[in-house]
C-alpha cells in the first residue's frame, strides 16, 4: 500500500514522503498513530505541491547560504572587545559576536578553541555545503 508519511518514521521514511509498505503495517501502526495516510487521488496532489514548495525552499536557502559564501569568504573581519591591558578579553569572543559581523547563525561558526585574547585568528563558517574561511582580528576596546 503506498502510504504519505505526516511525520518522520524510522527505517521507513521521511515527513511528506510516499512510501510502499505493507497493507497490515499502514492500517494497523501508520495510520492508527497518525502517521501516514492513503497516497491517493487528493493526497498525491497535496504530496506533489508540497514537495515543489520543500524543493523551492531547498533551493532559495541554498542560493542564499552561496551568496553569504560570497560575500564572506576571505575576508577580515574586526571585533572590539573589552580586554585587559595585557590583552586578555573580559568576557571572551562567543560565536554569537562572530554571527553578528556578517549576519550568519551562530551554528555556522567553527571554533577549534575559545578566543579569549586580543589577536587575529583564522576561522572556517560552515554554509551548508560550503565552508568559507575567514579572519577575526579582536582589538581592545
Not at 16 to 34: H, I, P, T
Not at 48 to 76: C, F, G, V
Not at 111 to 140: F, H, P, Q, R
Amino acid at each position: 500500500m503506498k502510504i504519505l508519511l505526516l511525520d518522520n518514521v524510522r527505517k521507513v521514511g521521511q515527513k511528506g514522503d510516499v512510501v510502499d509498505v505493507a497493507d497490515g503495517y499502514a492500517r494497523n501502526f501508520l495510520m492508527k498513530n497518525g502517521l501516514g495516510r492513503p497516497a491517493i487521488g487528493a493526497n498525491l496532489k497535496n504530496i506533489k505541491n508540497a514537495q515543489k514548495i520543500k524543493e523551492d525552499k531547498k533551493n532559495s536557502e541554498k542560493k542564499e547560504l552561496e551568496d553569504l559564501y560570497k560575500k564572506i569568504n576571505k575576508k577580515t573581519f574586526i571585533l572590539k572587545q573589552k580586554a585587559s591591558e595585557k590583552g586578555h578579553l573580559f568576557g571572551g569572543v562567543h560565536k554569537k559576536d562572530i554571527s553578528d559581523l556578517f549576519g550568519g547563525n551562530q551554528n555556522m561558526i567553527l571554533l577549534e578553541k575559545d578566543i579569549k585574547e586580543v589577536g587575529e585568528y583564522d576561522l572556517k563558517v560552515k554554509l551548508g555545503e560550503l565552508k568559507a574561511k575567514i579572519t577575526l582580528i579582536v582589538e581592545a576596546e
